[in-house]
């Protein structure tokens, strides 16, 4: 039986129908979305309308497809394969597509497929979303795991643009709660590149001209920080310096001095590259 969405204190509070569609995109690593990102959105106490899974490099294997909607019989999945460019952007994307094409009026969430979230972590966003009057985005707190150690901040209380532009103070792809409008109105996620994508989307919504967004104040969901060749965080990552140099070509002449230093600090204390490393990809 799928839950209610909405908790009884706010039932009288919800005066449009909007879908809540997920959306994983997956290199796959099939181990963790099989072992933590899907059974953590299956457990959740306000059940989503469906789950787009795309898939970038490698199709995901049929015998998964199947396993999983014998498995989860109540969840209506929908796997895709990346037709954009290679990349989590890009797979994002094509995944938007899709949705617009069927739930044109959706909220989108968005789980990394080796993060997870807390069982309440939907219902919580929708019973924001419902008292505040159906805001353009509302985001929640984001738990930090490095290898078993909790790294976590407090969760944001509020953002401005520019935050972003020098760092991330709190909004990454697995607390991602948009309405789909919006994310189209900022023109979705940038094609090619290769890190940085949550920054570049959020300080583009937030440049939107009387963007609402709430902010839930607690966390529900859980970044799982690894060292793998393939994660994008790992230090001297050759992909997290191309994306940084990517991000650094957008943006780099809206950021004033003091904006630009703490751009370079933080790549150089986080992934172990300097602002003459990073600045050399956009020599090539």
């Known amino acids: 039986m799928l839950l209610s969405r909405y908790p009884p204190e706010h039932t009288q509070r919800k005066t449009l129908n909007i879908p809540v569609i997920g959306l994983i995109a997956t290199l796959p690593r099939i181990e963790r979305l099989v072992a933590r990102a899907i059974p953590s ?26 396993g999983l909607t014998e498995a989860f019989p109540l969840m209506p999945f929908h796997f895709l394969s990346n037709v954009r460019a290679r990349g989590v952007a890009g797979s994002w994307n094509t995944g938007i597509r899709f949705i617009s094409e069927h739930w044109p009026e959706a909220y989108l ?17 929708l019973t924001w979303a419902a008292s505040t009057a159906w805001p353009d985005v509302v985001v929640s707190g984001l738990r930090i795991d490095k290898q078993g150690n909790d790294l976590s901040d407090q969760p944001p209380y509020q953002f401005k643009a520019t935050d972003f532009l020098a760092g991330n103070p709190g ?7 948009i309405r789909l409008t919006t994310l189209l109105k900022a023109g979705c996620f ?8 949550d920054r570049d989307l959020a300080y583009r919504v937030l440049s939107i001209p009387g963007i609402k967004m709430v902010f839930t104040g607690k ?66």
């Open 41 to 66: 959105i299956i457990r959740q106490t306000a059940s989503l309308d469906a789950l787009v899974v795309v898939a970038d490099t490698t199709p995901i294997p049929a015998s998964i497809k199947v």
């Open 109 to 125: 969430a968005i789980l990394d497929d080796d993060d997870e979230w807390d069982a309440e972590h939907i219902q919580t966003c």
């Open 171 to 177: 909004w990454q792809g697995s607390n991602t709660f």
């Open 190 to 197: 940038t094609d090619g590149l290769l890190s940085c994508n």
């Open 219 to 284: 966390h529900t969901a859980t970044w799982y920080l690894a060292g793998e060749s393939n994660c994008l965080s790992r230090t001297r990552g050759e992909a997290k310096r191309i994306g940084l140099a990517q991000f650094f070509q957008l943006y780099g002449d809206r950021m004033d001095q003091a904006i630009r230093q703490r751009f370079f600090d933080r790549a150089l204390a986080l992934f172990g590259w300097s602002e003459t490393e990073i600045l050399s990809v956009l020599d090539k």
